[in-house]
């Protein structure tokens, strides 16, 4: 079945960088696009990027866009998610997710587009 297994949140301050790492298993990685989506306490789960199946397209919503970068290595099944500048406002549950059909072109936001999840890692930014 696929997995996806979040690591590399943290509680860090205003200002710095973390980097997120998703690695997949259980069918063709490199088939298929991933997305970061986020969630904080008493908020709905939301988008944070996307990138798609052989990298060449990126989608990020307005709030992070210049701050963070969506990347994946297909040899190593992983989606990456490297945050700079981070803000009390960025903290929240991380998640990755990858949907059912492979080779889809275009971005997908929505979360209901996303059907494997990741269990979340943590970000914490202090001010």
């Known amino acids: 079945q696929v997995q996806l297994v979040e690591s590399g949140g943290g509680l860090v301050q205003a200002g710095d960088s973390l980097r997120l790492s998703c690695a997949a298993s259980?069918?063709?990685?490199?088939?298929?696009?991933m997305g970061w989506f986020r969630q904080a306490p008493g908020k709905e789960r939301e988008f944070v990027a996307a990138i798609s199946w052989r990298g060449g397209s990126t989608y990020y919503t307005d709030s992070v866009k210049g701050r963070f970068t969506i990347s994946r290595d297909n040899t190593k099944n992983t989606v990456y998610l490297q945050m700079n500048s981070l803000k009390p406002e960025d903290s929240a549950i991380y998640y990755c997710?990858?949907?059912?059909?492979?080779?889809?072109?275009?971005?997908?936001?929505?979360?209901?587009?996303?059907?494997?999840w990741g269990q979340g890692t943590q970000v914490t930014v202090s001010s």
């Open positions: 259980g069918r063709t990685f490199s088939s298929y696009s």
């Open positions: 997710a990858s949907p059912r059909t492979p080779y889809y072109t275009g971005p997908q936001r929505r979360v209901d587009e996303y059907t494997y």
